[in-house]
């Protein structure tokens, strides 16, 4: 699924040495020092659309050159120049757990100081998975007493748990933790432990990085964590042994919500709340100071969109007057408040938290994210910490889109069949490496205990699949040159023309025909079948093969390599000439007649 993260150099002076950030987090954070900045990547995936926004243009004949390194090389570079101040890079980088990113900044030509601004796209390859990460911000953890530290941006270690918690917006799962040091801890058994924590309570979730290494992950699924909505989080970095070294670490975790496509913006503040006047600050922070202006927040973030939003105070706001203290926390775009805002009023010394999940807001690329907070009845002095959902509509997979199709009544007369299965697979576009083969794909409908009962005619199965998918031209008459309804130039010259996903459909109408023998068959009969027509790894190749054979053969819409294509030509191949077709035209009437030969295989 896709994730949108933002960071950014705060004020960058142009004459200045390279210049690191993290590649999520505050910003306003920089160093010149790589080993203060960098993260951990926990699962593999793909950076992909990174976008730069300065506050002052480069000027005549310098520039600004901001890239993603990855394991110390740059990638997916953005060069601003002259009086250009916006940049973006369409690239991707493909990246695996454990790789180690940062940002860059170099400067050509002593361009103007000017603020950097940085959001990218992170795409898991593992459905729902998405990542929070952190580094240390320059500051060493200590050799002999427990630091902790927030598990999304960072900040500088301190000893008191409560300044770097953060709130978790929805229901989920905490998993996969991946840490580094900067330097090897000292002799064994110096050692380091890294804990993540919910609610003030270590979990099962951990690493010890013993002396001689720089690295380690827990991995394990018995020591995933289940977080809800409204649970505080952080990271505990414990010394053992009395390590000899100290380090400064990055981190990364995976976040698995069980809402698909949502991911986290989370932050908070140890700098104490204004009690009498409106403040505002970055919103994926934590550490971050107030300000007057709402022209001083500068993260940016590409467009998705913003939802459940909970705060958590490190006390009741309660001061002197009931039910009239209080802090209201609204999420801004561009400095404007949106919808989405949670009132926290005293109401007691147990009240200190808030939510709003009934309102969202759109966020189009490069809008300012940030946090107002208004207070009333002057209240008391509290911090601050937060949590926000990021939500990008997911993608599905092929296999998610086959289990959808199974699981649900796709055809309108409430005959599902693997038809409707793979018709929904291939339109979704779904042409990914390693997806499922046909033999497969029939094999799933079957388990799911779709067709047991027996096929539907021939006319029915031609008579849905033409009502369901459209013709590319409704004025098209299709002629009898279409060899099998598919293996003909779909799109050229005077040959008819044909939608794929149709022709497809009408190859595995063959399957479910009353026409064919006579009787309809059952699946694990048209399993039999098609294992004799050869329809398996072993005979035509998996479908990744066939996709590029496909495309070698021309077969299916022009210069359309896609999985359609490669079901087509797995079916086709495989035909053999075991079947003839005729197709009678009157008017605006298709009639298609498909005769098995019997001197072909037998059921």
């Known amino acids: 699924m896709r994730q949108a993260m933002t960071s950014g150099f705060g004020n960058v002076s142009g004459a200045a040495a390279d210049t690191y950030a993290a590649v999520m987090g505050r910003a306003v954070s920089s160093s010149t020092n790589a080993t203060y900045m960098f993260s951990v990547v926990p699962t593999n995936g793909t950076f992909n659309t990174l976008r730069i926004w300065l506050g002052t243009a480069p000027g005549v004949d310098k520039q600004w050159d901001v890239s993603l390194y990855v394991n110390g090389s740059p990638f997916l570079t953005v060069t601003i120049t002259g009086t250009d101040t916006i940049g973006v890079s369409t690239g991707s980088k493909a990246v695996s757990a454990g790789d180690v990113v940062m940002l860059h900044a170099t400067a050509t030509g002593s361009p103007s100081n000017s603020t950097v601004r940085c959001s990218i796209y992170f795409d898991g390859d593992t459905a729902g998975e998405s990542i929070l990460m952190g580094s240390c911000a320059g500051s060493a953890i200590s050799t002999t007493v427990t630091r902790y530290n927030s598990v999304s941006g960072g900040i500088g270690s301190p000893a008191t748990e409560v300044d770097t918690y953060q709130v978790i917006p929805t229901p989920g799962t905490i998993k996969k933790l991946y840490v580094k040091f900067d330097v090897d801890p000292g002799a064994s058994p110096d050692a380091y432990t890294t804990t ?72 908070g503040t140890i700098v104490d709340l204004v009690t009498s006047a409106v403040r505002y600050t970055e919103l994926p922070s934590q550490g971050g100071s107030w300000s007057s202006s709402a022209g001083s927040v500068i993260s940016k973030l590409n467009a998705c969109t913003l939802t459940k939003w909970y705060v958590d105070l490190t006390g009741s706001p309660m001061n002197n007057d009931a039910n009239a203290d209080k802090y209201t926390f609204a999420v801004a775009l561009d400095g404007t408040e949106t919808a989405i805002t949670c009132t926290i009023a ?18 189009t690329d490069g809008q300012i994210i940030g946090l107002k907070v208004t207070p009333a009845s002057t209240p008391t002095t509290r911090d601050a910490r937060w949590g926000l959902v990021c939500y990008i509509s997911p993608v599905s997979t092929y296999n998610e889109s086959l289990t959808l199709a199974v699981t649900a009544d796709l055809s309108r007369t409430g005959i599902l069949s693997a038809i409707n299965a793979l018709i929904l697979a291939v339109v979704s576009g779904q042409d990914q490496a390693g997806g499922m083969t046909l033999e497969e794909a029939l094999t799933l ?31 098209t008459e299709m002629s009898a040159g279409l060899s099998l309804g598919i293996t003909a130039d779909q799109g050229s010259g005077n040959v008819a023309e044909m939608d794929a996903t149709i022709a497809l459909s009408l190859a595995a109408a063959i399957f479910q025909s009353e026409s064919i023998e006579g009787a309809p068959q059952t699946y694990n009969e048209l399993v039999t079948i098609a294992a004799k027509m050869g329809m398996s790894r072993s005979a035509v190749g998996t479908l990744q093969e066939a996709i590029t054979l496909a495309t070698s053969e021309g077969v299916g819409l022009t210069s359309q390599a896609v999985m359609v294509n490669a079901l087509i030509l797995q079916i086709v191949s495989s035909m053999d000439g075991a079947f003839s077709v005729f197709v009678i035209t009157t008017g605006n009437r298709l009639q298609f007649v498909f005769r098995k030969r019997k001197d072909h295989f037998t059921q």
């Open 346 to 363: 005293d109401g007691g010394t147990g009240n200190t938290k808030g939510n709003d999940t009934a309102h969202t807001a759109d966020v």
């Open 196 to 267: 993540f924590r919910k609610n003030g309570g270590s979990t099962s979730l951990a690493v010890t990085i013993v002396a001689n290494d720089t690295a380690g992950n827990d991995t394990a699924s018995g020591h995933d964590v289940a977080v809800a909505a409204g649970d505080l989080v952080s990271l505990m970095f414990e010394p053992v042994d009395t390590p000899t070294v100290a380090v400064r670490p990055g981190w990364g975790m995976v976040f698995v919500s069980d809402t698909n496509g949502e991911s986290l913006l989370l932050g």
């Open 445 to 475: 409908a079957i388990a799911s205990g779709q067709g047991q009962a027996g096929g539907i005619s021939f006319e029915e199965a031609v008579s849905l699949s033409i009502s369901a998918i459209s013709v590319q031209s409704a004025s």
